[in-house]
């Protein structure tokens, strides 16, 4: 039952990290939806901002997925 808990417990917490680094990555993710609107060129921080956080977002979805495979084969 531990093992189930503990689980379910990163589970969430993964969970709430995505949704942390989504409201992180929305702002340069704004900036670059506006230089492309404004037919201009982003800042490349705002670029490399997008990327760094895109990036960390699937490794925490991956983690994700491995978590719950791991918790649906207990069952």
Do not use: G
């Not at 702002?27 to 990036?55: G, I």
């Amino acid at each position: 039952m531990s093992k189930k808990s503990d689980l379910k417990k990163a589970i969430a917490e993964s969970e709430k990290e995505i949704e942390e680094l989504e409201k992180k990555r929305t702002r340069s993710q704004s900036a670059l939806l506006e230089a492309l609107l404004n037919n201009t060129t982003p800042k490349e921080t705002d670029r490399e901002y997008f990327k760094v956080f895109t990036s960390l977002i699937e490794l925490e979805r991956a983690n994700l997925r491995k978590l719950t495979e791991e918790l649906n084969s207990l069952d």
